[in-house]
Structures are given as structure tokens and as C-alpha cells.
């Protein structure tokens, strides 16, 4: 598509004094790419990063710390596209209840790459991301069922237990004690992850006692390959956490009773 550019009043009449009669045309800019979907790859750290990227624009993403057990989550309210150039501020939410935040600017090909720099390098720090075509296969919480055990945000041991509808109860244990909280995961109509809500009990063993934090979630890999991979923020956004588990296997089963054999 082709537009003319609007030309001041009086120019346009000194353009007639002097016999001129051509109206500059210029071509529309690139329509912006579409940054929406999962993504996963690394930061330039070696961490593992795997980041949504809502319908309404809206960043989650969980990195995992390089030779250790901590999480971190990064979350921004929204992402902004100007042709294939994304920018958003991010808030960066890492271990100890530390918050900063930082400004990024990437390039999107669209349902393929995504390079990632940010403006305060050290922070979060480059990366680099593949598109991953799960996001437009409808979660289930069948896929949720079970035990699961990793890690959350300060490294400490994470269990959960989930439902076949998405209701889940958990712990984690570090050395002030242990944390309990509960809450659910509910899939996104037609995408392929999660919304997440928990609330931590009120007691001083939890990283955010008696708070509440909403966020996403979803699964990566297959098998006894797989992580469930959950962030989440608190209503006010100051403090947030994350946690990537992986699934417990089941008992083995009891050996049957040698059969009898006498006669």
C-alpha cells in the first residue's frame, strides 16, 4: 500500500507560485511482526531461558541459574513491536528477593528467532531464542497430573502435587523450614500453556509469606524428559518467583507372591 504524505498549507501554495505540480509519495512502513508464542533457547551466561509471549503482548519468561539449583523470572507488562524490532522494559526477579529493572531490544522473526540484547549488560544479558510451535496446541491439565520436585527461586527443594483439573499443593524446604502453599493451574483456551495461581502460607519459612502471586505455566519436553516450568508475580508486582520441576516417577509395582507349589 502506498499513502501521501501530508504537506503544509503554505508550501503547497509556494510549490503553485513556482509551477510545481508533484506530490511526494512515500511507501507505508513494514507492517509489525508478531512476537506471540513460546520460546526457548539461552542467555548469553549458558542459562536456560524459555519465555511466553501472551496474545495482548504481555512477556513471562524462567531461566534456570548455570551449575545451580535457583530460578529466576523476568515479566513484562507489555512488549512492544516497530516493524521486526521488539523493546520492552523488564522487571528481572532473581534469588534473595532481589528486583531490578532493565530495558531490552531484540530482533523477531516471525514463528522462527528471536535475538534479545539488553541495554544494562550484566544484568540479564543477551539471548537467543527459537520459536516453538507448542503454543497454539491447546493445554490440558491431564498433562499436569501427578508429583512433581525441582527447585524454586532461591534454590531451595520444591514439591508439588497436581490434579487432573488443575489443583495443586506444594512445599519447599529450606533451612528456616518448610513452606507450604496451594493453588491451581487452569489452560489457556487454544494456547499451550498455563495461567498459574498460589498462595503461600503465613509463615516466615516462606519466600513470600501469606501472599499471593499470578502468572503462567507450561510444559516442555516429553516423557521423563518433561519440566513444568511456572512463574508468577505478586498483585502488586514488587516481589515474584519461579520454580522448574520435573515429574516423579511412579512406585514400582509390589512383585507379585510366588505362586504355591504344594501339591
Do not use: K
Not at 506530490?23 to 533457547?41: C, D, F, M, R
Not at 542459562?47 to 501472551?54: C, K, Q, R
Not at 548455570?66 to 516497530?82: K, P, T
Request: one cysteine or more; glycine letters at 14%; a negative charge.
Amino acid at each position: 500500500m502506498w499513502i501521501v504524505r501530508a504537506v503544509p498549507f503554505a508550501f503547497v501554495l509556494g510549490l503553485a507560485a513556482c509551477g510545481g505540480s508533484e506530490t511526494e509519495v512515500l511507501p507505508s512502513p513494514p507492517p509489525a511482526v508478531n512476537p506471540q508464542g513460546i520460546w526457548t533457547g539461552s542467555l548469553s551466561t549458558g542459562a536456560d531461558l524459555s519465555v511466553v509471549i501472551t496474545d495482548d503482548n504481555v512477556l513471562w519468561g524462567v531461566y534456570a541459574e548455570v551449575g545451580g539449583a535457583r530460578v529466576g523470572l523476568v515479566h513484562a507488562d507489555q512488549v512492544a513491536m516497530n516493524g521486526s524490532t521488539l523493546t520492552a522494559t523488564l522487571r528481572d526477579y532473581q534469588y534473595g528477593n532481589t528486583v531490578s529493572t532493565l530495558d531490552v531490544t531484540g530482533t523477531v522473526a516471525e514463528r522462527s528467532s528471536m535475538e534479545v540484547r539488553s541495554v544494562q549488560p550484566g544484568q540479564v544479558g543477551n539471548a537467543s531464542l527459537r520459536y516453538d510451535s507448542s503454543y497454539y496446541t491447546p493445554a490440558t491439565t491431564i498433562l499436569l497430573e501427578g508429583q512433581w520436585t525441582g527447585s524454586d527461586r532461591d534454590g531451595n527443594v520444591t514439591t508439588v502435587e497436581i490434579t487432573a483439573l488443575g489443583a495443586l499443593r506444594g512445599a519447599t524446604v529450606a533451612t528456616s523450614g518448610t513452606c507450604t502453599f496451594r493453588g491451581n493451574l487452569a489452560p489457556v483456551a487454544g494456547r499451550g500453556y498455563y495461567v498459574l495461581n498460589i498462595t503461600f502460607d503465613p509463615v516466615n519459612t516462606c519466600l513470600l509469606p501469606g501472599q499471593h502471586i499470578g502468572g503462567i505455566a507450561g510444559i516442555s519436553g516429553a516423557g521423563t524428559a518433561r519440566q513444568l516450568v511456572a512463574g508468577g508475580i505478586t498483585d502488586n508486582g514488587s516481589q515474584g518467583g519461579a520454580m522448574i520441576l520435573t515429574p516423579v516417577p511412579p512406585p514400582e509395582p509390589t512383585p507379585a507372591a510366588p505362586t504355591s507349589t504344594t501339591p
